[in-house]
């Protein structure tokens, strides 16, 4: 306890959780930004309370995303919309985990 993951763990996780052969699935509300929204890009599954919020604000800054953030938005909502996102520094929407076409996998609404 108190020792730091090594860079390239911090990775395989997310690996691990792409690969699992269990379904893997991710409830969101309010921000998950950076390593919230990678994870849950890497689960099969993303639902999202109406007021989630999912991005990558770090490349307004220059920063890549890391864990192979970029290739799963890709993968996710295309090579156009992850352009986009990743250029601007954008987000799908509150509420709007992304998938392939860009609609939550599954929203809720009201008191979490």
Not at 17 to 36: M, R, S, W
Not at 57 to 77: K, M, N, W
Request: include cysteine; glycine fraction near 18%; aromatic fraction near 4%.
């Amino acid at each position: 306890m108190g020792q730091p993951w090594p860079e390239e763990e911090k990775e395989n996780v997310f690996d691990r959780i792409t690969g699992c052969p269990k379904p893997v699935i991710v409830a969101g509300k309010g921000y998950a930004l950076e390593g919230g929204s990678e994870l849950a890009m890497a689960s099969h599954l993303r639902i999202a309370s109406d007021t989630a919020c999912l991005g990558q604000p770090g490349v307004s800054l220059g920063l890549i995303p890391g864990y192979g953030g970029a290739s799963r938005l890709v993968a996710l909502v295309g090579r156009g919309k992850a352009l986009e996102l990743l250029m601007t520094g954008g987000h799908p929407g509150r509420g709007s985990p992304p998938d392939r076409t860009g609609q939550p996998c599954g929203a809720i609404s009201g008191p979490a």
